[in-house]
């Protein structure tokens, strides 16, 4: 019987025949929402994308976990790394290895696994904000927030929706993140595990992504312990009843207590699973990487801006188009103006305001919580902001304003609908459908007018690495030491070269050594045995470091790069 009952419910909402106007108009803003990470994916499969750089490191400590080599550190960090090695951390945890291990499992351990596997997280965080905007406000809230997700989706562009490079991963996550915090205050506990998983990976994404994390998972506490104090004397106490009786019948919780306990659990079991790596780390390794940030924090170093400098980045609030909110881009630190930060401050001033609740139309309170949502995450970006260092000063470590922003102005948009009486979260059909088709166009066109990679790197980093795998041939099992002489070779080529050298059977070892233990020595450099291949590689752009390479290598390659002058080089010294 419940087979039958379930069926007609199963059929009709998987069979496009049975939908009705509302799901229609969901599936459209799903379209919508998939389009970015789709074509951006699409696009880098058509252009042959290998990783190189720190996204062949992500993909090689992917390969690991499906190898047996279960990482239980994240990617290194620069903290320290180059100022004190005494201080050296790595990110919070490995989170996104092991996220990206199934797609690389299931395509044979090839590239294409590792950039479907970024796209699938940005796919399904995109997804899954549709499916809490419509919980939240209905058919308009769908609107709102798909628009502000779109926005979010052209703003850190199609790079970020598919390379595995730890910030990238993050991103859309992060505007999960806020609208399952909105979830939480008003009660929908079915948000707290895939709130648990969206703020793990931001916290363990980057260092510079902990403040905003903090900040969040500090708002969902503050949200958990005022209801649950209300609750002590009813959910509780028929929890704690479970195993007496009352007038000779068992006395069960309610349905509503048992879903949230079993929300809960889900929650708590998560946290444990994607942190427990990082947990193990502290009692593996000596130092651990808790230590190691505590001594770095303590130290000293950094010479961070301080608050009223951080301020001035608030600049990326700003809708301007100089200076103010804009792609991701390399400036994203450097081009803001006093204009956009005071019109950045005037935001925060705003949402101050808002929070507070003053002059909320009466039966609409809970249009002020995507402001508080938007007010706490833009206080943990000013809290990065001011930690940033006066030289260098990474773009990466701020892109999280980016969706944060694009939520801060969806968030202003649905409390300035709270004055408008017809504005309802249920649309009619007639309004529904036309705008759910303005959801897609605008994901087409944030798709398409986004700025696109550097295909011509990839091409270049693609030559080297193949060519020199093609000379050394099948592995065996045998191992091959790869040493970068010039910033290029050794940070962008010669991870690279470890990827491919990977897939084709051998053991690369590239990495320059760490000053302490961690789960990747199986990659450094010196941990290559006696007698094995060596591969060189060189840039014209700095030919003083080829007095590097040992006198018996040949040359196997060079190869003209694109994108920038000069060539690279690889020189093979033959093992025994």
């Known amino acids: 019987m419940r087979t039958r009952t379930l069926a007609p419910a199963l059929v009709r909402r998987l069979d496009p025949r049975g939908w009705d106007a509302t799901d229609r108009f969901v599936a459209l803003a799903v379209v919508a929402v998939l389009l970015g990470p789709v074509i951006a994916v699409l696009r880098a499969l058509g252009n042959d994308w290998a990783p190189h750089g720190d ?14 080599r279960f990482p239980i550190t994240g ?4 903290s320290g790394d180059g100022v004190d090695e005494g201080l050296a951390t790595h990110h919070l945890g490995p989170l996104q290895f092991y996220l990206l291990a199934l797609p690389l499992a299931l395509t044979g351990g090839a590239s294409a696994g590792i950039a479907v596997g970024g796209a699938l997280i940005a796919a399904i965080a995109s997804v899954l904000t549709v499916v809490w905007a419509r919980r939240l406000g209905g058919g308009l809230g769908v609107v709102v927030f798909t628009g502000g997700l779109i926005l979010a989706q052209w703003a850190i562009g199609p790079e970020a929706m598919f390379r ?6 993050p991103l859309l996550p992060t505007y999960l993140s806020l609208l399952l915090l909105w979830a939480l205050a008003r009660g929908d506990h079915r948000a707290l595990p895939p709130f648990v998983i969206a703020v793990s990976l931001i916290a363990q994404g980057n260092l510079a992504f902990v403040p905003l994390a903090v900040a969040l998972a500090l708002g969902a506490v503050a949200l958990a312990v005022e209801p649950a104090l209300r609750r002590r004397r009813s959910d509780h106490a028929l929890v704690r009843l479970r195993s007496r009786t009352h007038r000779g019948r068992r006395v069960r919780p309610s349905p509503g207590v048992r879903a949230r306990i079993r929300s809960g659990r889900w929650a708590l079991g998560l946290g444990i699973l994607v942190w ?13 990487n808790p230590t190691q940030l505590f001594r770095w924090a303590t130290s000293g170093t950094g010479d961070p801006i301080g608050l009223a400098a951080g301020l001035r980045h608030l600049s990326l609030l700003a809708p301007l188009p100089h200076g103010g909110f804009r792609p991701y881009s390399g400036e994203l630190l450097t081009q803001g103006t006093s204009v956009g930060t005071a019109v950045g401050v005037a935001v925060l001033v705003l ?49 999280t304003w980016l969706p944060v922003v694009a939520f801060t102005w969806a968030a202003l948009a649905w409390r300035g609908l709270a004055y408008l009486e017809n504005a309802t979260p249920h649309l009619a059909p007639r309004i529904a459908l036309p705008l759910a088709g303005g959801l897609v166009v605008a994901g087409l066109g944030a798709a398409v007018l986004s700025s696109q990679p550097r295909w ?21 099992g045998r191992h091959v030491k790869i040493v970068g002489l010039g910033f290029v070779p050794t940070l962008g080529a010669a991870p690279g070269v470890a990827w491919e050298a990977q897939r084709a059977g051998w053991n690369p070892h590239y990495l320059r050594a760490w000053p302490f233990t961690e789960d990747a020595e199986h990659l450094w450099g010196r941990s290559a045995p006696e007698g094995s291949d060596v591969l060189f590689i060189t840039d014209s752009a700095e030919p003083d470091l080829m007095q ?6 040949y040359e196997v390659t060079t190869v003209e790069m694109e994108y920038r002058e000069g060539t690279l080089g690889v020189y093979r010294d033959p093992g025994e």
Do not use: C, K
């Not at 949402?351 to 919580?369: C, E, M, T, Y």
């Open 548 to 553: 590097g390479m040992s006198a018996s290598a």
């Open 164 to 169: 595995p490079l730890n910030p990238y991963a």
């Open 456 to 476: 011509a790197e990839t091409r270049a980093m693609n030559t080297v690495a193949r060519e020199s795998v093609a000379d050394l041939g099948p592995g065996e």
């Open 55 to 68: 996204d062949a490191t992500v993909a090689l400590r992917t390969a690991d976990v499906l190898d047996g």
């Open 276 to 288: 427990l790596p990082s947990i193990l780390e502290i009692f593996i390794h000596r130092p651990n």
């Open 75 to 78: 990617m290194r960090s620069t």
């Open 351 to 399: 949402l101050a305001v808002i929070s507070s609740g003053w002059r909320v139309p009466q039966g609409r309170a809970s249009s002020v919580w995507p402001a508080r949502v938007a007010l706490l995450a833009n206080l943990g970006m000013v809290a990065t902001a001011s930690r940033l260092p006066e030289f260098p000063a990474a773009p990466y470590w701020v892109i």
